[in-house]
């Protein structure tokens, strides 16, 4: 079982920065696939970036250039950098993890979620 605990959301005005921090339990961090997804008022949760052990990421489209994916397996966190917020990527955003991960379907462990809102 591992358990995601995320932090660092909160209200930003459009162009600005957010860093979301995801720390893990379990002793086998470094091999878990980690990853971000968000969930927008009545639409269908999606996925952000993701992050394999070796450091491989893909990344959603709609973020590209302005969100970059992170590791630090010493600390057992994976970090989530947003720069040039928009509106549109006020959501939860969700911290994902799993040992048998892929870059492109979301693992079985989640944490609770945190509310990033972007507006002036």
């Known amino acids: 079982q591992v358990q995601l605990v995320e932090s660092g959301g909160g209200l930003v005005q459009p162009g600005g920065s957010l860093r979301l921090s995801c720390a893990a339990s379990?002793?086998?961090?470094?091999?878990?696939?980690m990853g971000w997804y968000r969930q927008a008022p009545g639409k269908q949760r999606e996925l952000v970036a993701v992050?394999?052990?070796?450091?491989?990421?893909n990344l959603a489209d709609s973020v590209k250039g302005r969100f970059t994916i992170s590791r630090d397996n010493a600390k057992n966190t994976v970090h989530l950098q947003m720069n040039s917020l928009k509106p549109e990527d006020t959501a939860v955003y969700y911290c994902?993890?799993?040992?048998?991960?892929?870059?492109?379907?979301?693992?079985?462990?989640w944490g609770q979620g945190t509310q990033v809102t972007v507006s002036s």
């Open positions: 994902n993890g799993d040992r048998y991960g892929s870059l492109y379907v979301p693992g079985d462990y």
């Open positions: 379990g002793s086998r961090f470094s091999l878990y696939v």
């Open positions: 992050i394999t052990s070796g450091g491989t990421t």
